[in-house]
């Protein structure tokens, strides 16, 4: 895996770099004009805001229940990566929401449960920071309790008659919508993939520096 | 399974014994939510008139922020006494465990919102006596979920730095979707017209999340409770 972690960062950032010309050839949305195209980076980045969290989850029961060290490792930064594509997701769906439907925000099932998502995420990052030794289970039990919120965001918008779009809107969507939103979807996931590594190997060396530190201390 | 509720009532027993003895939780917590709610009145109450369906609101406010002071203290008196480590060598389940520290919560706060409820009411004309069934249901629903997840992370954060701060910070994101059920029930059956039905569907969405929230917190517990 680690090997991978230049290339991708390469790619994603060469990807990155082209995606405003790819998405400034998209065709306009019929309704909704130039403001549509924040879908490219909204979207992938919101699929990876979920992502996050189910990888923090499953890691954290991975730490709980089956005592694997390591596996704390990932949770962290998995909880971290979460915060930023949360940040993103949050930022551009505003942005987007101005403009197609006349406010910055409305309480909606799906973006009320996206803020709380975002703001356990920030709690979880509080309690790392500030918990100190011991924090690292209490984070694991609350990473639990966030996972839960995934499924009920990724439905929610199925089952309220809500402003935004429902899930059927991506795998119905034209091929010339399509090839720049999974472009970006693509450029986006290899560096979501490279950042967690990163942030995981920085974890694991650092549970291991203070494992150093603790036998020397007992000698 | 009998063993189960018998350490439970016992855990129960033990909390209730040394709360009647020093009623510290109980008044503090009272007191707490009564200033809440005052707060509450004077911040909005304009020209002597509480603004129309706000009383539901200022009622799950005052629950969480009582509860919050209601779990951590419960857990702190364990701490301070050094009696966690003595509860934890108990032969006994540890969910067992919780379950009897989470019905203890559950009694305190039981306590607290008789007598929160009716002074809600009073100050904001409320219809509380409209469908009573309905809204002790709601109440004890988004009590409970509310204080099974407060009772898991109270639990948890007892060996954590900075306890006292961090709880609030950890547990209102994670009960928002109780909190926001609990609301809604709540301000359907207090509107000038009350809405039953509306009522019944939050009571079905709240007890669904407080099936989730409980299996969950029995299920976490004995991990996170192991050194």
Redesign the interface.
Known sequence: MRKLTTPFIGLSAGMLFVAPWIINAAPYESTMGLVQKVFYFHFPAAILFLASAIICGIASLRFLFFKKPTADAWAVASAELGLLFGAMTLVTGPLWARKAWGVWWVWDPRLTMSLVLFLIFAAYAILRKYGGPGSDKLAAGMALFGMLNVPFIYVSVNIWRTLHPMTSVVPTLPTEFGIPLWFCFAAFTMLFVALLNLRATLALHEARVEALYLDEDEA | MNDFFRVAWHVVRKDMTVEIRSKEILLTTLLFAVSVVLIFSFAIVREGRAPDDVAAGILWVAISFAGTLAMGRTFERERYNDTLRALLLAPADRPAIYAGKLLGLLLLLGLVEIMLVPLVALLFNAPIFAFPGMLIALLVAGTLGFAA?GT??AA??V????RDT?LP??L???T??VM?CGVRGTAALFQATPDEPMARLWMGILVAWDV??VT?ALW?FE??MTE
Do not use: D
């Open positions: 997840v898991l992370f948890m954060l060996r954590v730095r900075s961090l910070v950890l209102y994101p994670i928002v979707p926001i989730i929230f969950l976490t991990p996170v």
